[in-house]
């Protein structure tokens, strides 16, 4: 089946320090989603893509779809203290209908 | 302006028990999924349905679980005869259409089997 490769699997930054986070495919993607995922919570979406080099931004977050349609990346600018939580990529493939594969996350800790 | 609701958000059964899991989708979202998330890991895929159809059930095992989503009230995963590793988070989201649609999850059901 598809799989999605997350990486890092964790990063620890200091307040106000850029992050950047990335999914790669062994195959192609029509949609990469980005969510965040607090403890005890459901995640909750922060961009969507759809198109092959797409760059959209939410706020401080930048997010890309990349250009041979098997990656997609995550910005956070400015980071601050309520940035903490696990980001998941998910994407949906040509062939898995409607079905979201995710990344296994990002864990990231933001030190005031 | 009501997102997805689930419930029970918690719930603790005994080996061989049923589990009942239910999901209420967004206003107006008659696509509903299910997931399945195991503690460290990412969310994955087992159902999804329309009203009254299941379309696609690729992820979901073919023993002791089962999916509906009736024409009328929440959509219900259910897991008879549970056991110690069905202990996880189960978590619906739903979306306006099908296809490309963004999908929006809700709060999540943490079963644990004893």
């Known amino acids: 089946g598809q799989q999605l490769n997350q990486s890092p699997q964790s990063m620890f930054i200091q307040e106000g320090e850029d992050v950047s986070m990335n999914c790669t495919s062994s195959?192609?993607?029509?949609?990469w989603l980005w969510y965040k995922q607090d403890p005890g919570e459901g995640p909750v979406l922060l961009i969507a893509?759809?198109?092959?080099?797409e760059l959209t931004s939410n706020g401080r977050l930048t997010a890309q779809f990349g250009i041979t349609r098997k990656d997609s990346f995550l910005n956070i600018s400015a980071s601050i203290p309520s940035d903490v939580g696990i980001y998941f990529c998910?994407?949906?493939?040509?062939?898995?209908?409607?079905?979201?594969?995710f990344g296994e996350g990002t864990q990231l800790t933001v030190n005031p | 302006n009501a997102g997805v609701m689930q419930n029970p958000r918690h719930l603790v059964r005994r080996r061989g028990q049923e589990a009942r899991l239910r999901c209420s989708p967004m206003?107006?979202?008659?696509?509903v999924y299910w997931y399945r998330q195991l503690p460290e890991e990412g969310l994955k895929f087992m159902v999804y349905?329309?009203?009254?159809?299941?379309?696609?059930e690729s992820g979901m095992p073919k023993e002791r679980f089962s999916a509906e989503f009736p024409k009328e009230g929440p959509s219900i995963l259910r897991i008879q005869q549970v056991v110690r590793g069905d202990s996880a988070a189960y978590f619906c989201?739903?979306?306006?259409?099908?296809?490309?649609?963004?999908?929006?999850f809700g709060p999540g059901t943490r079963l644990t089997v004893t």
């Open positions: 893509l759809y198109k092959a080099g």
């Open positions: 349905l329309q009203k009254e159809n299941i379309i696609d």
């Open positions: 195959s192609i993607f029509n949609t």
């Open positions: 206003k107006g979202h008659s696509h």
């Open positions: 998910a994407g949906r493939g040509e062939t898995s209908g409607s079905r979201l594969t």
């Open positions: 989201a739903s979306s306006l259409l099908a296809g490309v649609s963004e999908q929006y």
